[in-house]
């Protein structure tokens, strides 16, 4: 998927632990995304970053930090996982104008 | 608020017939829309894209129609196959923006 890693593809955690979610890609792209997949609720913006260091929230970004120390790298936190971020976490990259390369998912239950 | 409304949330076809999924959106800065195609476990992927400036654009057996005036657009599969199930996503974005607003998806499944 055009260079994109995400790490773990399936994680089981408890409430109250902190989790951290990685996107790696190896195309120096600048933008990166980190979206979730609910059902019914389709594909929902989290936080994106547009360069190293300079990250922005999305609609759900409550309970959610983010870090891009790395262009290559962009890692999603969670500080204290809640059973209602239990999802399927997807990281996406823009490219050329407008168009997103999605990761394979990274899918998350917290009980 | 839900900028990109879509529907059906899930269709049924048989081989051969042709799904229509339909999306609407408020925003009137929207001047670009795309349409993803996802398949079970993994990520969704492009599949085609139309701008306001076209009412049709085909790719292979996939049209989209765009209606600017009632701020609609949808996406039509000819001859559809049973490789085409899966879940299809519609969304919107503006120049400027670097945010892709999608719709809740459609479940596709084609019946031999």
């Known amino acids: 998927d055009a260079g994109i890693t995400q790490s773990p593809r399936h994680k089981v955690t408890e409430t109250g632990t902190p989790v951290t979610l990685r996107c790696h890609q190896t195309?120096?792209?600048?933008?990166m995304y980190w979206y979730r997949q609910d059902p019914g609720h389709g594909l929902r913006l989290i936080h994106y970053?547009?360069?190293?260091?300079?990250?922005d929230k999305g609609e759900v970004s409550d309970g959610y930090s983010v870090s891009r120390s790395k262009t290559e790298d962009f890692l999603l936190t969670l500080e204290s996982a809640t059973s209602s971020q239990t999802s399927v976490y997807f990281c996406?990259?823009?490219?050329?104008?407008?168009?997103?390369?999605f990761g394979s998912g990274t899918r998350l239950t917290v009980v | 608020q839900q900028q990109v409304k879509q529907s059906p949330q899930s269709l049924i076809v048989q081989k051969g017939g042709i799904p229509i999924i339909n999306c609407a959106y408020e925003?009137?800065?929207?001047?670009?829309f795309p349409w993803y195609q996802q398949f079970p476990g993994k990520g969704p992927a492009l599949l085609i894209a139309?701008?306001?400036?076209?009412s049709e654009k085909k790719e292979g057996r996939f049209t989209i129609s765009f209606n600017k005036s009632a701020k609609q657009f949808s996406l039509h599969i000819m001859d559809s196959q049973p490789g085409d199930s899966a879940t299809y996503f519609c969304?919107?974005?503006?120049?400027?923006?670097?945010?892709?607003?999608f719709g809740t998806g459609t479940r596709l499944t084609i019946i031999p």
């Open positions: 996406a990259i823009r490219q050329g104008d407008r168009d997103y390369t």
């Open positions: 195309e120096n792209h600048r933008y």
């Open positions: 970053s547009y360069g190293v260091k300079d990250t």
């Open positions: 925003n009137t800065a929207f001047d670009y």
């Open positions: 139309i701008r306001p400036d076209v």
């Open positions: 969304a919107a974005s503006r120049a400027g923006n670097e945010k892709l607003t």
